[in-house]
């Protein structure tokens, strides 16, 4: 079953998602990014709507991305549940020890 086709959020909770389930259906509040499709741009309302959602999401996309990127995180390959649990662990861990050295460089600096 492909991701799309699942509606795991709470209600009376936001649901944030990409431009890429725009024709996904949901039954929470959809905060939904909107997607120009071919002959029909984007309005300027739904322009600065997908700029306010993207600051709501940016903060939950940045650990993603550095989870992904860094530590190759996209794929496990781990067979039981509890050595996954492990695994994202440790990527978490070393993701908070890059923001660590970040904010001590900064401090450094100033």
């Known amino acids: 079953m492909h991701d ?49 959602i993207k600051r709501k999401r940016s903060r939950g996309e940045r650990p993603h991305s550095v989870i992904k990127g860094i530590f190759h995180g996209g794929h496990i390959f781990v067979t039981t549940v509890s050595r996954v649990r492990v695994k994202n662990m440790f990527m978490c861990f070393g993701h908070n020890l890059i923001c660590m050295m970040r904010i001590k460089k900064k401090r450094s600096i100033a």
């Open 4 to 52: 799309s086709q699942m509606d795991l959020y709470m209600l009376g909770i936001v649901n944030y998602k990409k431009k890429r389930y725009f024709c996904v259906s949901c039954m929470v509040i959809d905060a939904t990014m909107d997607r120009s499709v071919k002959d029909h741009k984007l309005t300027i309302e739904s322009i600065r709507r997908n700029l306010r």
